[in-house]
């Protein structure tokens, strides 16, 4: 690694991957690393920054009994050592945990959210190294919006009004943990075609708008 340069690790779920909305929901494919948010921050923070992108689409901050690759507290741990060194870890996960069919109120997200944060103040060495525990930026995802497709329609039945609540309880928690925080839905909304995933100019502002927290961070 280049003397100097800020680590950046992004861990989310397909709102990080790059996820396009389709209007039947799936398949789809994943946009250009220029187009994801990942990479406009990457663009925007410029020489000095390195972006490590850790996004599954799917990811649910408690697991999903689906797929046992879905569990972000399972992966996190072993993320954070295979990156190290870190200076920040973005964390913004929730809308999966929203699913009706995992009953999480809100506050059960906010819970498996400090579990993660959690395991990031205590990262530090990683395997067989000594790094430094990485500063957290949590960020709430934006709210969810209505559902053309039928199948996301019946899975996410009650999320948007979880994921409504998520800023005021995560803000709460990053404040408990030493955290830093975001409302990426002061900045956008879900508005691609399928009511769950970002458009391009989605990515972009949300890009932008962290790039401005990440400098605030470390200034």
């Not at 992004?10 to 996820?19: E, I, K, P, V």
């Not at 009650?158 to 955290?179: C, D, H, N, V």
């Amino acid at each position: 690694m280049p003397e100097g340069v800020t680590r950046i690790m992004c861990f989310g779920d397909s709102l990080t991957w790059g996820w396009i909305p389709v209007d039947g929901g799936a398949p789809s494919r994943r946009y250009g690393p220029t187009e994801r948010w990942t990479g406009v921050l990457a663009n925007e923070l410029g020489d000095g920054f390195e972006i490590v992108e850790e996004g599954l689409s799917a990811r649910a901050a408690a697991g999903d009994p689906t797929d046992p690759r879905l569990d972000a507290a399972r992966y996190l741990p072993a993320a954070l050592a295979s990156h190290f060194p870190l200076d920040l870890v973005i964390i913004m996960l929730g809308t999966n945990d929203s699913k009706e069919y995992l009953r999480r109120s809100a506050r059960d997200i906010g819970v498996a959210i400090s579990v993660l944060a959690g395991q990031v103040h205590t990262s530090t060495g990683g395997v067989g190294t000594a790094y430094p525990a990485p500063e957290l930026l949590i960020v709430s995802p934006p709210p969810l919006s209505d559902h053309p497709v039928p199948w996301f329609a019946e899975i996410f039945a009650g999320g948007r009004e979880k994921t409504l609540e998520l800023p005021r309880i995560y803000q709460a928690l990053a404040a408990f943990t030493g955290s830093h925080f975001f409302d990426a839905g002061t900045v956008i909304t879900t508005d691609g075609s399928d009511g769950v995933h970002f458009t391009v100019e989605n990515n972009r502002d949300l890009g932008q708008a962290l790039a401005g927290e990440v400098r605030r961070i470390f200034s």
